[in-house]
């Protein structure tokens, strides 16, 4: 099993009383302890713009400008965003974002993409909010295009969302064949089919059962479109919260809650931990308990864990343990 880490960057109220002017020396300093490690093999941001579970005051750093200065600080960890929302920017200037990027970093970049969700932001940017029908037609779109500019130099499409003639992305990015893309998303009809069109690596959720449920439905898409559903890797997100005994991860559980507490009250505060983070699925317990649930998951055809570390801004004794006593187990 392969594994990344997401890096702290506000949208999920994880900067909180760390004064703005240092904030990117916490993020910077993180990416580059795990960069200077070998458990991790990428790292990870969300591409919002507010925070939640409610928009909030709170710092969210944008998801692009991240990937940009993470390629001139690390060197050997690859950058990805989980995901990148296809309707916040043109799909063909993101072909040239993300190619630049590629090069400042040495071709280190991953492009996690998906259809979009968080309505609040959508409005709030002046995007609209176009039925999913629309955000899913722009991404089938927006990804043929991505593959056009990153393996050509240019893309051309007259399609329904997107219009781009001869759009020229020079110079290529340095990984061969392109970026590697992974769509995100775990709906059934068209999202899984898109990836079963053009992704290298899926994400999707990460209980037992959803998992195999989608899996399946992934496979049927591969068969139907002629791709191969075993070079396909699958991957998902996971809340990580790990502690020697049950008792220390109930404490740290509580200490998040009273952190939320000041920024969005008590109860939407409870409700965060209680159904976001304890949420079927999560890495939450003793390193025996992560152990077992991912080596579950790797059984079922989980190829690649990426895990949040709610606290990491503050306190990297979770992830500590999770070098030390998961990711050896699970090699």
Request: aromatic content about 10%; charged content about 20%.
């Amino acid at each position: 099993m392969r594994f990344g880490i997401f890096i702290p960057q506000g949208w999920r109220l994880d900067l909180i009383d760390i004064d703005p002017a240092a904030q990117w020396q916490t993020m910077r300093d993180l990416a580059q302890h795990v960069d200077a490690g070998d458990t991790w093999e990428s790292i990870w941001v969300y591409d919002h713009f507010h925070t939640v579970p409610l928009p909030t005051e709170e710092a969210t750093h944008e998801a692009w400008t991240l990937m940009s200065a993470f390629g001139a600080s690390t060197s050997r960890v690859r950058l990805g965003q989980m995901c990148t929302a296809m309707s916040y920017r043109n799909p063909a200037y993101l072909a040239k974002v993300a190619a630049t990027v590629d090069i400042v970093s040495g071709g280190r970049v991953e492009m996690g993409i998906g259809a979009g969700w968080y309505e609040h932001e959508w409005r709030a940017y002046g995007y609209g909010f176009p039925s999913a029908g629309e955000r899913l037609g722009r991404l089938d779109e927006g990804v043929q295009i991505f593959r056009q500019a990153w393996t050509t130099g240019e893309a051309t499409l007259a399609g329904k969302y997107y219009q781009v003639d001869h759009a020229l992305v020079r110079p290529l990015p340095l990984q061969e064949g392109g970026i590697p893309i992974w769509v995100a998303g775990g709906g059934e009809q068209k999202t899984l089919r898109i990836a079963a069109k053009y992704a290298q690596y899926t994400n999707f959720a990460g209980g037992a059962d959803v998992f195999t449920h989608k899996s399946e439905i992934l496979r049927k898409h591969c068969a139907e479109v002629g791709t191969d559903f075993d070079a396909i890797t699958r991957s998902s997100n996971f809340n990580a919260v790990i502690a020697a005994t049950e008792a220390e991860v109930d404490e740290r559980l509580a200490a998040l809650a009273a952190r939320y507490e000041k920024v969005v009250g008590a109860d939407t505060a409870k409700g965060y931990v209680e159904n976001f983070l304890r949420a079927p699925g999560q890495a939450i317990g003793t390193p025996e308990q992560v152990v077992a649930h991912l080596q579950r998951l790797r059984d079922l055809g989980l190829g690649y864990a990426i895990l949040n570390f709610p606290e990491a801004a503050y306190d990297r004794s979770g992830i500590d343990l999770f070098e030390r006593e998961v990711a050896p187990a699970l090699r």
